[in-house]
């Protein structure tokens, strides 16, 4: 059985993939910058006196469930749901580098051309952790015409593509909504103050909740929404590429194509620091 591993795909040069599964890494920029200014702002509060001072109930109320349900009216519920899961995805892990992707490719192409397209069933446990690669390994194993699976693998990469546009579409309305409900607890709280003067103990937590929601909906708009906002952007160009590369050697492939001619193709698309060397 041929594996793709580590020492598998790997270049003439014998320069090997970062990521030889082809699964997603973790993400650690977008981990030490989220947690690292999330830090700065919770040292800020803990060394300019008390931490609680800063947690008000009915100011997260206001902001984060004022700025899921205004989302909610801009889009449909999936949709913020499936932002969420997204956004998490983000936060997390990113998708391999083109250039691994296309030595992965190019292996396969290689050894299709070696020991015939039906030898490709040994390689299928090991592209399972890239979904678009399995199933598009698949439609060649099952002799579906070579025009037929190039056309189902562009539409699939453009519906994924679709779908983070609209995920990136939603972190980015919420990072519009959450410093506006945080002007509205504001108002809210100014109001209360402004209603109760007669009584000075309404005066602080009617003031509290008018400065808390205005600090967290800049927090949550600023430091959350659309800094993941744009890594979706950049992770969905990133992933759209690397589908493309998919696509292009899957296609190659059913239609028996010499592997060399796939990685000329391939490396037109590539930026020219990645450009693969496979067969040199």
């Known amino acids: 059985m041929a594996n793709i591993t580590a020492n598998s795909i790997t270049g003439r040069s014998g320069a090997k993939t970062r990521n030889a599964q082809g699964g997603s890494m973790i993400d650690f920029a977008t981990l030490f910058g989220a947690l690292g200014a999330f830090s700065v702002i919770a040292a800020a509060m803990t060394l300019g006196g008390s931490p609680g001072s800063f947690v008000d109930v009915p100011a997260m109320l206001i902001v984060l469930g004022g700025t899921f349900l205004v989302s909610s009216i801009s889009f449909s519920v999936s949709e913020v749901v499936q932002a969420q899961r997204v956004m998490l995805r983000a936060v997390l892990y990113h998708v391999i580098e083109p250039d691994d992707a296309a030595r992965r490719v190019l292996y396969l192409a290689d050894h299709a051309r070696k020991k015939g397209i039906l030898a490709l069933?040994?390689?299928?446990?090991?592209?399972?952790?890239?979904?678009?690669?399995?199933?598009?390994?698949?439609?060649?194993?099952?002799?579906?015409?070579?025009?037929?699976?190039?056309?189902?693998?562009?539409?699939?990469?453009?519906?994924?593509?679709?779908?983070?546009?609209?995920?990136?579409?939603?972190?980015?309305?919420?990072?519009?909504?959450?410093?506006?409900?945080?002007?509205?607890?504001?108002?809210?709280?100014?109001?209360?103050?402004?209603?109760?003067?007669?009584?000075?103990?309404?005066?602080?937590?009617?003031?509290?909740?008018?400065?808390?929601?205005?600090?967290?909906?800049?927090?949550?708009?600023?430091?959350?929404?659309?800094?993941?906002?744009?890594?979706?952007?950049?992770?969905?160009?990133?992933?759209?590429?690397?589908?493309?590369?998919?696509?292009?050697?899957?296609?190659?492939?059913?239609?028996?194509?010499?592997?060399?001619?796939?990685?000329?193709?391939?490396?037109?698309?590539?930026?020219?620091?990645?450009?693969?060397?496979?067969?040199?």
């Open 121 to 280: 069933q040994n390689n299928l446990l090991e592209l399972k952790n890239a979904p678009f690669l399995y199933r598009a390994t698949m439609m060649v194993i099952d002799g579906m015409p070579p025009e037929q699976v190039e056309s189902i693998l562009m539409r699939e990469a453009d519906a994924i593509r679709q779908r983070h546009i609209r995920s990136a579409g939603v972190l980015r309305r919420a990072g519009e909504v959450a410093p506006a409900m945080g002007l509205i607890g504001t108002l809210v709280g100014l109001v209360q103050m402004l209603g109760n003067l007669e009584d000075p103990s309404t005066i602080g937590p009617s003031m509290a909740i008018a400065l808390l929601t205005t600090f967290y909906g800049a927090v949550l708009a600023n430091m959350l929404f659309l800094p993941l906002a744009n890594k979706l952007d950049r992770n969905s160009d990133a992933e759209a590429m690397i589908n493309q590369i998919y696509a292009i050697g899957i296609a190659s492939i059913s239609r028996q194509e010499n592997p060399r001619r796939l990685e000329v193709e391939i490396n037109t698309i590539l930026p020219p620091a990645r450009r693969v060397a496979y067969f040199d």
